[in-house]
């Protein structure tokens, strides 16, 4: 299973706020609608072996986890309202320290990155990591932060996780995800033929 | 410059289109902003290098192409709504043969796919091309299709075009654009240093 978890750091933790102000007052949540995107979509098809997970952070019940797996998912289109809306319909319901579906194949519990941390071997997608292209094995599962940067107290829980990075040029969450599951489909190819 | 050319088989060549329906009567107008957002973001700044071009197919005036030109354009930002709202301003002004521009950036012309050949020396992004990575020398001009097929008068008129692809597999074509601006960046990479 590939996995993204991506911080969404000022990102609303009720489910009140309107799709059509993802970037403002819904705390930049269209970066993360993005980000479910670029994990979940093939042309006309899911990737199936994706997990995207979103760490929310912002007002009023931080933190919460919303989880969108390409297996189960049902009624995501691509768009970022799509995804917003789903967003909308896990924050409505009541959230535990365990995973309850929202709506099919997505998912939301209390917690946030320290769980995750402990849950998964995850490495970081920054610019300053060893290229993808190079690394002899890749990790399974990745972490990404919105338009912000990490902040201390994160940056103390990764600070020894493995650095990987997808390029030159400081990209968008979403973006990067792109190009990492391209990487991978890449080293899958040959063992698919 | 690097240049990008989407083509909306069904997307409205009115502005009269609901910023919160772009994937259902605005014609998948939705992938068309993804392929601003791909063509044109880094992290916190602009490719000024890239100009991207949609071809716009549907009713009630096709053909007309809007152009997004990263060095020039404002009031852009990464969500889809941004990118609509713009499109939808370059509908709403008078059309002529030769671009005029609705806002900073952004300018719409009449005319469609087979004038944007007669211009540029365009490669097809097709999964049956030659590996991007393995290319010698990429091109400067991408075409790329939206959720749909080239139609057969398309197809007509890009039978001779180099055909590149991105990996093996099948992807939106804002994916595909995020993947070759990456290989550019790394071909770019030694010389910037």
Known sequence: MKRFIVIG????????????????????????????????FLSHDLRRDVECYLVLLGEPNPPKTILFSGERVRYLNPDERSAGSLIKKALGITCSDEFTEST??????????????????VALLDEHGVDI?????????????????????EE????????VSVGPKILHADHTITIMLNEMDRREKPSEL
């Open 9 to 40: 750091h000022k990102a609303l933790t009720s489910g009140d706020f309107s799709l059509n102000d993802m970037p403002g007052s819904a705390g930049r949540m269209d970066v993360l609608c993005r980000c479910v995107n670029s994990s979940l």
């Open 104 to 121: 099919k194949g997505v998912y939301i519990r209390r917690g946030g990155l320290e769980r995750l941390l402990s849950e998964f071997q």
């Open 133 to 153: 292209r190079t690394t002899d094995e890749l990790p399974e599962a990745y972490l990404l932060s919105d338009h912000m940067n990490f902040s201390e107290g």
């Open 156 to 163: 103390d829980l990764i600070r020894d996780v493995q650095k």
